[in-house]
C-alpha cells in the first residue's frame, strides 16, 4: 500500500488517509512501520498524525457527530448548538458519548455555509441545526 504512494508529493497524509480508510483508525503500532518505509523520523510521522483533526488513533464510535464552528456557522448559533448538543449526549467535544456509540466532533467549514449551523451525521450533512434535531438524527443513527 505504501509504494502506491511512495513517490506522490505529500505521501505522508495520503498514506495515513489511506490506512486509516482500509483500517478504521491509525493504531499507534503504526508510526514506526510508515515511518520505516517513507524514511522518515517516527516524530515526523506521530506529528502529522496528532496534527490533522481527521486523523484517529482509536477507533471511532458507530455515530459520528461533527459540528461546524467556523466563522458562517458561528454567526448563526454554532457555538450555543455545540454546547447545548455535547450537554445533552453528554460528551465534550472530541469525546464520546458515556457508552462509546456517539463521537462528537468539531469541524471547520462543511461547505454548506448558507445555511448553518451546520453538522454531520454519519457522514450526511445538515443544515439549520438545532439541539433537537441533531439528537433526532443521532437516535435514528445509533445501532
Ligand atoms: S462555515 Fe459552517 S458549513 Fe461553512
Same mark, same amino acid.
Given at each position: 500500500?505504501?509504494?502506491?504512494?511512495?513517490?506522490?508529493?505529500?505521501?505522508?497524509?495520503?498514506?495515513?488517509? $489511506?490506512l486509516?480508510? +482500509? =483500517? !478504521?483508525?491509525?493504531?499507534?503500532?503504526?508510526? %514506526?512501520?510508515?515511518?520505516?518505509? #517513507?524514511?522518515?523520523s517516527?516524530?515526523?510521522?506521530?506529528?502529522?498524525?496528532?496534527?490533522?483533526?481527521?486523523?484517529?488513533?482509536?477507533?471511532?464510535?458507530?455515530?459520528?457527530?461533527?459540528?461546524?464552528?467556523?466563522?458562517?456557522?458561528?454567526?448563526?448559533?454554532?457555538?450555543?448548538?455545540?454546547? $447545548?448538543?455535547?450537554? +445533552? =449526549? !453528554?460528551?465534550?467535544?472530541?469525546?464520546?458519548? %458515556?457508552?462509546?456509540?456517539?463521537? #462528537?466532533?468539531?469541524?471547520?467549514?462543511?461547505?454548506?455555509?448558507?445555511?448553518?449551523?451546520?453538522?454531520?451525521?454519519?457522514?450526511?450533512?445538515?443544515?439549520?441545526?438545532?439541539?433537537?434535531?441533531v439528537?433526532?438524527?443521532?437516535?435514528?443513527?445509533?445501532?
Open positions: 500500500m505504501v509504494d502506491e504512494h511512495r513517490h506522490e508529493p505529500g505521501n505522508l497524509l495520503v498514506v495515513l488517509l $489511506d486509516q480508510q +482500509r =483500517l !478504521g483508525h491509525l493504531d499507534p503500532a503504526l508510526v %514506526p512501520v510508515v515511518a520505516h518505509e #517513507l524514511n522518515l517516527r516524530a515526523e510521522v506521530h506529528g502529522v498524525i496528532t496534527f490533522y483533526r481527521d486523523l484517529r488513533t482509536t477507533p471511532p464510535a458507530p455515530v459520528r457527530v461533527r459540528l461546524c464552528r467556523a466563522e458562517a456557522c458561528a454567526s448563526v448559533g454554532a457555538e450555543a448548538l455545540v454546547s $447545548d448538543v455535547g450537554e +445533552r =449526549l !453528554g460528551a465534550r467535544l472530541g469525546g464520546t458519548t %458515556p457508552d462509546g456509540q456517539v463521537s #462528537l466532533e468539531e469541524v471547520f467549514c462543511l461547505g454548506n455555509c448558507a445555511l448553518g449551523p451546520s453538522g454531520q451525521v454519519d457522514g450526511r450533512v445538515h443544515g439549520r441545526l438545532d439541539a433537537d434535531r439528537l433526532d438524527l443521532v437516535a435514528r443513527a445509533r445501532p
